[in-house]
C-alpha cells in the first residue's frame, strides 16, 4: 500500500501529463481554470494598486495644492476684509468730502453775489470817480482861473513898485492903448482879432526907458506857462506893428516844466534879472 502511495506521488511529482490528467479527474472545470483567471486577477489587482498609488499621490499633490489654495484663500480673506475696512473708510472720506463740497457751493454761491454786489458796488464808484474827476478837473481850472485873477490883480495892484524898476513914468495904458488900436483897425493896419488879442492883455503898462517910449505887455499867471510867453510876444509883436516899442512880460509865482522864455521878461514874485531886461529893451530898440 505504501509503495503504491509512494509510486503514485512519484509519478504526480515527476510525470507533469500525469499530474495534469490527475488533476483533470479529480478538479472541476471551474476550478482548474482558477490559476488563469487568479494570474490575471492579480494583474489586474497590480494595476488597481499602482491606479491606487497614482491616485494616491495625486490626492497628495491635491492635498498640497488644497493647503497652498486654503491659505491663500485666508489671506485673501485678509486682505479683503483691510479692503472692506479700507471702503468703509473711504466711504466715511467721500461723505465728508460730498459734505464739504456742498459747504464750497454754498460758499461759491455767496462768493457769486458779493462778487455781482461788488461788480455794481465799483460800477457806481466808477461813475462817482469820472463825476469826481469832472469835479476836480472844474476845481483845477477854478484854482487856476482864481490864481491867475490873483497874478493879474496882483501886478495891477504893484505895477509901480514892481515896473518902477524897469521904466520910469509908468501909468495904465489899455484906454490909450484901445484908441491906438481902433485907429490901426479903422485903418486896415491890424485885423478885428489882432486888436482884440492886444486888448485881451492882462496888463498894459506905459513908461520911459532912456529916453523912449515904452509899453509893457504882461501875462501873469500863478505858474508862468508857455501859452503865457506866446501871447505875451504875440500881443507885443502887434502893438510893434504900430511903431510902440512894446516888450513882452510874463510874471507869476513860479515857471512851469520846459517852459521856453526867449525874448521876453520874466518876473518871478516880483522879482527879475536887470541884465536880462536890458538886452531885450536894446534888441527890440534896434529893431524898431
Known amino acids: 500500500m505504501r509503495n503504491w502511495k509512494s509510486k503514485f506521488l512519484k509519478a504526480l511529482k515527476e510525470d507533469p501529463e500525469f499530474a495534469a490528467e490527475v488533476r483533470a479527474l479529480l478538479l472541476s472545470e471551474d476550478l482548474l481554470n482558477l490559476p488563469p483567471k487568479f494570474d490575471r486577477m492579480e494583474k489586474k489587482v497590480d494595476r488597481i494598486e499602482y491606479k491606487v498609488d497614482k491616485l494616491e499621490e495625486r490626492q497628495t499633490r491635491l492635498e498640497e495644492r488644497q493647503d497652498r489654495l486654503e491659505k491663500k484663500v485666508d489671506k485673501l480673506v485678509e486682505e479683503v476684509a483691510g479692503l472692506k475696512q479700507d471702503v468703509d473708510i473711504l466711504k466715511k472720506d467721500v461723505d465728508t468730502l460730498k459734505k464739504d463740497v456742498d459747504t464750497l457751493k454754498k ?3 455767496t462768493l457769486k453775489k458779493d462778487v455781482d454786489t461788488l461788480k455794481k ?4 464808484l466808477k461813475k462817482d470817480v469820472d463825476i469826481l474827476k469832472k469835479d476836480v478837473d472844474i476845481l483845477k481850472k477854478d484854482v487856476a482861473y482864481l490864481k491867475g485873477s490873483d497874478r493879474e490883480r496882483w501886478y495891477r495892484d504893484r505895477a509901480h513898485a514892481v515896473f518902477g524898476r524897469i521904466i520910469l513914468k509908468g501909468k495904465p495904458f489899455e484906454e490909450k492903448a484901445a484908441e491906438i488900436l481902433w485907429d490901426a483897425y479903422k485903418r486896415g493896419q491890424i485885423s478885428k482879432e489882432e486888436r482884440d488879442e492886444v486888448l485881451s492883455s492882462d496888463l498894459l503898462w506905459s513908461g520911459e ?4 517910449f515904452v509899453v509893457l505887455v504882461v ?3 500863478f505858474t508862468i506857462s508857455q501859452d503865457d510867453v506866446e501871447r505875451a510876444k504875440k500881443r507885443a509883436e502887434i502893438l510893434r506893428k504900430l511903431g510902440i516899442l512894446a516888450i513882452p512880460v510874463v510874471g507869476g509865482v513860479e515857471i512851469g516844466k520846459d517852459v521856453k522864455l526867449d525874448d521876453v521878461v520874466c518876473i518871478v ?3 527879475f534879472d536887470d541884465e536880462e531886461f536890458e538886452k531885450l529893451f ?3 530898440s534896434q529893431s524898431k
Open 107 to 109: 460758499d461759491v454761491d
Open 121 to 124: 458796488d465799483v460800477d457806481i
Open 209 to 212: 526907458r532912456d529916453g523912449k
Open 219 to 221: 501875462e501873469g499867471s
Open 269 to 271: 514874485d516880483g522879482k
Open 282 to 284: 536894446l534888441k527890440l
